[in-house]
Each structure stands twice: as structure tokens, then as C-alpha cells.
């Protein structure tokens, strides 16, 4: 069984600089592998363990930096890792960078059973990219998954939970699982998979690679585009500053925390 | 030649139609005169003989149209066949603009349709405009809601999804004269594969508690383990609220993903929100800054939270919380 795990890095959002022009301070901040990507592969590698015969496969797209979180990938079990890399893929909103990604995996590899990727990206927060990626593949997806019970046969077997409840959905493969935070363990980097990643190259893939036309890929491929960003705004208060107790019941009971 | 503002209709598994529907409705009528009076159409697919007992709360919600597809199989949203069918629909109708509610099963169908029609789709929107020439211009938080975009789309239908809370419906009780479309359709070559097993309801059974909560109680990374998100249940239990969290404290797995407030995860805008223990990242505030009054409680005096918040308390939540489940 083969599993195709797709990371994107992003930069670490929780610590955002901002310069005096209200524009995001880029120098120095920190790149990381997507929270719910890890999720993700968490989980494939959690199938792994449990079956021998599963390989996984990391898959990104972005810049030559983005090498460090596929070199985690492979420390964490990865089996192998492709880095789509091109400055024509640069500047696409999610329906290039999907095309993108299917157009590698069409062209990659013969066969695949599942395509895991994580709910959202911490940076976007689209949560397009996977279901467009099974779009173009003319696959099945499942969203917000937060477990995998079984995988067998040609089929999936996966928790969903909206709001509503949770969902038991059964998926015939090969499909799109995206994945939100579940139950799995998190995997842990061992010293043999530290040096396995040292030694394994990441495959890297250009837009000639994967057979895509420049006019599909980055911004050129893409159907929607930023007319301007602006800093969020921030509400407008006076903070009151409370020290006891007391003062903080009454608070609470005047802004209608009251029970009674 | 498209025309028109889409919007799509989810019903939930208990038979109501989400009221995401109803707040997309609302600004669409108010965006309607900057688009030569477009019409407010939805579209819905029904089990047979459904679409009557909808029809007034159409009305009522300022539809100019509605179109419908009815047929036994459509008793709950299956990913695969959903989006099958709204997407002949749209083809069908060819919308200008296309409004999603961002619910778990909107952010599930959107991105399939407009990949499927080769369009822009713009995630999760909190503002809605149209430009002077006529384009909807959809604004979003990103880069952990930091910073704002505004996203115009190059090809048609336009596409958002909106995040439930944030427009208000039709404040006016005025029927319209809604038309009601039922289109057939047949699914040629449509082959499921996707089968849903079981389904167990979400023991806060109504739609989201924590969207129509009062008073909510929300932990941070600050509040460190369970038995500190313990001390927020008791308060929380105490003045009669609910649960809230960060992502981080949901990352940390001190509490459930469905308690997550802010980017992704929920808005809210309660009477009172108490934050404790969280720092306040905009990611977090995005999803809180409309609550009527807030009090933070952190031991931080420099936590962003106390910048946007009316009452701040300076020092360890593990000391006061216990005191205030006292005293209250």
C-alpha cells in the first residue's frame, strides 16, 4: 500500500512581527511543518507500523527551503520525499498549487492508495488544496477526519466529525483523507531515522517534470488574486485592571455572568 | 450570460437548514442593488416531496428564487454525491456569484465545485463587497488572522465560502414572492464511493452551543494540563457557559478540537468571554473580538489579550479561578 502525504511549510504564524509599514515581517521567521500536515502524517505512519508492506511518501511544493520539513518527514519514517520546486510555481492560490501537486502525482507514481493531507495550512487556512487536489484526480475525498480506523481491501475506513456529530464513512480507494488533529500518536524522530534522512536525497521536480504548461502553474494559473492585505483591525478598548477577587465576582455579575 | 447571487443551501441531519444559508441571503440582498438587482437565488437538494415545508422560511429569508432537486437518496450530505449534484446544478443555473456557508460540509463541496468549473474560490470569508466594476472583492483573514486580504476572483461564477456569525439574516419579515425551480436532473455515470456507516450526534446535540452560548469560559496554553482546563469547566459550569480553547490548548489535547475558538475554529460572540491563561494571537482574538465584554485573566502583563480586553486581571489563573468558583 502506498501512502502520499502532502506537507506544506509555513511560517510559524504564532510569532509574527510586524514592520512599521503594517506589512509582516518576513527576515527571521521561523519555517515550520504544517501542524495538521504532521497530523497527517502521524497517522500514515501509524499504518506503517501496523503493515509492513506500506511506503510513504512525503510531497511538497516550495522553495529549496522547503527541503527541511521533508528532511523531518524522513526522520519521523518517511520512506521517500519529492520536493516540487519551480519559480513558476510561485504566487498560486490553491486551485494552481492542486493542479500542481495532482499533475505530479498523475505523472509520479502508478499507483497510490491514499492521499492524506492535513485539514488546513496554519498560514492560508483555506482548507481547499486537498479536496481540489482530489478534484483533479477525479477522486473521493473525506474532510475533517480525525481517525483512521481501517484500511484494507480497497477501502477506508475513517472517522469525520463536523458539527453535528461523528460520521463512520467507508471510501473505496485510491482517495483524499484530510486530516484534522485525532487520536494518533505523535511519532517521534529516532536516531536511525536521523540518519537515514541524513543519507536519503529529496527527489526534487520542475514544472517540466510533472508536464504542466507555465500558463497553469503559480500566479499565472491562478483564478483568484490579492487586490490588497491590510492589518487586521483591533478592537478598541480601555483595559480596566482588576486585583481581587471580589472586584472580578462583581464584574463577572454585572456584565451578566450571573447565574442566579 | 450569468447572472445572479448562488447560494447554497445546507440542511442539517435533524432537517433544518443551517443558518449560514440565511445570513448569506441577508448580504446578498444587501449586495443585490450594486449588481443591477441581481437576484437572491439558493439552491437545496431534498428528499421527494421536502420542498414545501421550506418554502415560507424562503420566503421570509429574502429569496428571489429557489432551485431544487429532489429525489429519496438525498437524506444527508455524502461528499461524493453532493457535490456531484450541486455541481449540474450550477452549471445549469450559471450563477455570477456563488455563496457557500463555511461549515464543515460548505468547506467539504466549495472547493470541489470551483475546481470542477476551473474558478476562483476565496476561503472563509468575513467581508463581502462589490467592486466598482462590478466584482465581488472577498475579504479573509490569513497569516493566523494577522493580516486581511481582499480576493477578487478572474473567472466565473465568483466563489466564497463565509463563515457562519459573521452576517446578520433579514432583519425585515417582508415575503418575498419566491419562485421555486425543480430541475431534473439525472446523474448519469454517477457511481458512489463513499458509504456512511454510522453516525453518532454530537452529545451538544443543538446546533454548536458554543455559537449560541452567553458566557463562555476559554483556556490557553497557559492553563497547562487537564486538570487546569478542569478548573475552566467548573467556572464555566458556574455561570452557566461554555467551554472554550485556543488552538494551542487543543493542539496540547487539553481540550477537543470542537471547543476551538479562533482562525480554525470557531466565531463567537457571547455576552461575556473570560480568557484564561491565553496569550491572545490574533489567530485567537479573530474568533472573539465581538464578544460584548471580555475579561482575560493571565499572568503576563504584557499578554496581547489585555489590549482587547475591557477587564484584565494580572496574575496566576490556577489562584484565582478557584476563588471566583467560590465566590460566585
Not at chain 1, 510555481?89 to 493542479?99: E, I, L, P
Not at chain 2, 419566491?178 to 446535540?205: C, H, R, W, Y
Request: proline share 4%; hydrophobic share 40%.
Amino acid at each position: 500500500m502506498k501512502i502520499i502525504v502532502c506537507i506544506k511549510q509555513v511560517p510559524d504564524t504564532s510569532d509574527i512581527k510586524w514592520t512599521e509599514n503594517n506589512t509582516i515581517q518576513r527576515e527571521g521567521l521561523e519555517s515550520v511543518m504544517n501542524p495538521y500536515d504532521a497530523y497527517a502524517l502521524d497517522f500514515a505512519l501509524a499504518i506503517k507500523e501496523k503493515n509492513s508492506d506500506v511506503k510513504v511518501t512525503a510531497l511538497s511544493m516550495g522553495p529549496k527551503q522547503a527541503e527541511r520539513v521533508l528532511k523531518r518527514a524522513l526522520a519521523l519514517g518517511a520512506d521517500d520525499a519529492v520536493l516540487l520546486s519551480d519559480k513558476k510555481f510561485s504566487g498560486a492560490d490553491t486551485y494552481a498549487t492542486a493542479k500542481t501537486i495532482a499533475s505530479a502525482i498523475k505523472e509520479s507514481f502508478e499507483h497510490y492508495d491514499i492521499i492524506l493531507c492535513g485539514q488546513f495550512a496554519i498560514d492560508g487556512d483555506t482548507a481547499q488544496t486537498g479536496p481540489s487536489i482530489a478534484s483533479f484526480l477525479g477522486l473521493p475525498q473525506v474532510t475533517f477526519v480525525k481517525g483512521i480506523e481501517d484500511c484494507s481491501q480497497g477501502y477506508v475506513t475513517v472517522i469525520r466529525e463536523t458539527y453535528e456529530g461523528s460520521e463512520k464513512i467507508k471510501v473505496k480507494l485510491p482517495a483524499v483523507i484530510c486530516m484534522q488533529k485525532g487520536e494518533s500518536e505523535t511519532s517521534r524522530i529516532t536516531i536511525k531515522g536521523a540518519i537515514k534522512a541524513k543519507k536519503s536525497e529529496i527527489l526534487y521536480k520542475s514544472i517540466e517534470d510533472i508536464s504542466l504548461s507555465p500558463d497553469e502553474a503559480g500566479l499565472k494559473g491562478s483564478p483568484t488574486y490579492v487586490s490588497k492585505a491590510f492589518r487586521a483591525k483591533q478592537r478598541d478598548v480601555e483595559c480596566r485592571y482588576i486585583t481581587t477577587s471580589e472586584e472580578l465576582v462583581n464584574v463577572i455579575k454585572s456584565v451578566g455572568g450571573d447565574n442566579e | 450570460m450569468s447572472n445572479g447571487i448562488l447560494i447554497w443551501t445546507e440542511i442539517t441531519r435533524d432537517g433544518f437548514i443551517h443558518p449560514v444559508t440565511f445570513e448569506l441571503a441577508g448580504k446578498a440582498n444587501e449586495l443585490s442593488p450594486k449588481l443591477n438587482n441581481s437576484p437572491v437565488m439558493g439552491f437545496v437538494v431534498l428528499k421527494t416531496g421536502k420542498i414545501d415545508d421550506y418554502k415560507e422560511v424562503f420566503e421570509i429569508n429574502g429569496f428571489d428564487k429557489v432551485f431544487y432537486v429532489e429525489d429519496d437518496t438525498f437524506d444527508f450530505y455524502k461528499s461524493d454525491l453532493y457535490s456531484r449534484v450541486a455541481l449540474d446544478m450550477v452549471k445549469e443555473i450559471d450563477p455570477e456569484i456563488l455563496l457557500i456557508g463555511a461549515t464543515e460540509n460548505g468547506r467539504d463541496i466549495a472547493p470541489r465545485i470551483s475546481t470542477m468549473l476551473h474558478t476562483g474560490l476565496t476561503a472563509d470569508c468575513t467581508e463581502l463587497d462589490i467592486t466598482d466594476d462590478g466584482k465581488l472583492a472577498a475579504t479573509r483573514p490569513t497569516f493566523g488572522g494577522q493580516l486581511m486580504a481582499t480576493i477578487l476572483s478572474k473567472k466565473f461564477p465568483q466563489m466564497a465560502t463565509v463563515r457562519p456569525k459573521v452576517f446578520k439574516p433579514m432583519k425585515s419579515f417582508e415575503k418575498k414572492k419566491t419562485a421555486f425551480i425543480n430541475m431534473n436532473l439525472d446523474l448519469v455515470g454517477f457511481e458512489p464511493s463513499i458509504e456512511i456507516l454510522n453516525f453518532i450526534k454530537s452529545q451538544k446535540s443543538d446546533l454548536n452551543s458554543l455559537d449560541s452560548a452567553e458566557i463562555i469560559v476559554a483556556g490557553g496554553k497557559g492553563m497547562q494540563s487537564k486538570s487546569g482546563f478542569n478548573l475552566i469547566k467548573q467556572l464555566a459550569d458556574k455561570l452557566g457557559g461554555v467551554i472554550g480553547a485556543s488552538r494551542v490548548a487543543v493542539e496540547m489535547g487539553l481540550a477537543s478540537q470542537e471547543c476551538q475558538i479562533g482562525q480554525t475554529g470557531k466565531t463567537v460572540s457571547p455576552k461575556l468571554y473570560i480568557a484564561c491563561g491565553i496569550s491572545g494571537a490574533l489567530q485567537h482574538t479573530i474568533g472573539m473580538d465581538k464578544s460584548s465584554k471580555i475579561i482575560a485573566i493571565n499572568s503576563d502583563k504584557n499578554a496581547p489579550i489585555f489590549k482587547i480586553a475591557d477587564y484584565g486581571y494580572v496574575g496566576d489563573a490556577f489562584e484565582i479561578i478557584p476563588q471566583l468558583i467560590e465566590k460566585l
